[in-house]
């Protein structure tokens, strides 16, 4: 009989969870620099903020990274739209920026 510490290996899968969370936010932080620079490219050439066809290719593409993953599809769309609800607000603020920068240059 193995002599199984609980609250050992509590502390040991909270350690684990505490550093994945620390990878998912720097994730989440480089994932957001990159849609950045997207958003500004966009809003410079007059570009939509959003890219429905780009979105719901993306949505596919992570529901079968889910699914091989033995991760739930649903949940893994929901986190995706969530995010790309998040980045199109990003979008929006940065043409709505870009409009204004340029309505007051050519105004002046």
């Given amino acids: ?27 989440l932080a480089e994932r957001f620099r990159c849609t950045k620079a997207v958003g500004v490219l966009k809003a410079t050439h007059g570009l939509p903020p959003a ?33 790309i609800r998040e980045v199109i607000r990003h979008h929006e603020m940065l043409a709505a920026e870009h409009n204004g920068g340029s309505d007051r240059t050519t105004s002046a």
Avoid: C, G, V, Y
């Fill in 51 to 83: 890219d429905p066809a780009r979105e719901q290719t993306q949505i596919e593409r992570l529901r079968r990274l889910a699914d091989d993953a033995h991760l739930d599809p649903d949940f893994a769309e929901k986190f995706l739209n969530f995010i």
């Fill in 1 to 27: 009989m193995t002599d199984i510490n609980p609250q050992a290996q509590l502390q040991e899968l909270r350690a684990s969870i505490d550093n994945i969370d620390a990878a998912l936010i720097h994730m």
